[in-house]
């Protein structure tokens, strides 16, 4: 399957297998780099500006100037859509500081190292909406720059294989005072009375392009929305949903093995997705 794969290596596209990086590169060794992940249905892409602008200001935030401009860079997240086989596809875009000898302080002049591939789009199927998706949640271990899409994502790959090993899919952190702040991939709400409410944008969570999305689909609906600071058993919570490129929003309706609300996928969640696809359909039409 991988030899009809194409990636984008640093000016060139080459199959899958023979694409590589230096061994040196600073993001092999210090995980020193930016990543992205932009969505294309059916050679449309959701939000790409958007997600280009969070990856300009992702390398701006670790000094990194991106090698290119955002509209060159977007024709080439097209051409690696079109070079490989997914009607549905996930490109993944990874900007790293370059290579050079192992040292932490980097030296002048580095050239960064980008990297752009693309995968099948993993859409979740109709059963696990209807069903919703479990959470696990875990106090916050990572650093304090959430904001930066960072590709350091240990405490991320910790939290799912937790989440795992519990049988849910994901993990939601929890600040000291126990406030849900997002999960390891994803940006968490609840419906608390009638009210979306999700955490607000800061150093402790990443500002989700379908959490934007989400929460214009809400207000242009006149649904009243709160980003403020949430505990997962406040009064009045009814609902919790997650959202993420990969999955727009999804219920979620077990968190540490207790149902959320009566249990199932709730009547916010179920709309904001409806809206989101709706959306995503009209975008293709
Ligand atoms: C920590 C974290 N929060 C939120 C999200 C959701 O962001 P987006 O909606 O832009 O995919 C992600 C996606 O990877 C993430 O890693």
């Not at 994901?170 to 955490?199: K, Y």
């Not at 929003?249 to 249990?263: E, K, Y």
């Amino acid at each position: 399957m991988s030899e009809s794969l194409i990636a984008y290596v640093n000016g060139e596209f080459l199959p899958m297998e023979s694409a590589t990086v230096h061994i040196e590169d600073r993001g092999f060794q210090f995980a020193d780099g930016i990543y992205e992940v932009v969505a294309c249905f059916n050679g449309f892409f959701l939000d790409i500006e958007p997600h280009l602008e969070r990856l300009d200001r992702s390398c701006r935030e670790i000094n990194i100037i991106l090698p290119m401009s955002q509209a060159a860079l977007s024709d080439l997240v097209q051409e690696v859509y079109k070079r490989n086989p997914f009607r549905n596809a996930m490109i993944y875009i990874q900007i790293t500081r370059g290579a050079s000898a192992r040292t932490h302080l980097p030296p002048p002049g580095l050239v960064p190292t980008v990297v752009i591939t693309s995968r099948q789009l993993p859409i979740p199927p109709d059963t696990k909406v209807a069903q919703g998706a479990s959470a696990i949640t875990l106090q916050d271990i990572r650093w304090k720059r959430c904001d930066i899409k960072s590709i350091a994502l240990l405490a991320s790959v910790l939290g799912k294989q937790e989440a795992a090993s519990r049988g849910a899919e994901e993990a939601i952190w929890l600040d000291e005072q126990g406030h849900a702040l997002e999960g390891c991939s994803t940006n968490i709400f609840a419906t608390i009375g009638d009210t979306l409410v999700t955490h607000p944008l800061d150093h402790q969570v990443l500002g989700g392009i379908t959490r934007s999305m989400a929460l214009k689909a809400a207000k242009a609906c006149n649904i009243p929305v709160e980003e403020r600071a949430w505990r997962l058993d406040e009064p009045g919570l009814s609902e919790c949903m997650m959202s993420s490129t990969t999955n727009a929003i999804m219920p979620i309706t077990l968190v540490n093995g207790q149902a959320v609300g009566d249990g199932l996928p709730g009547p916010m969640a179920m709309q904001l997705r409806s809206w989101m696809l709706a959306d995503m359909e009209a975008m293709q039409a």
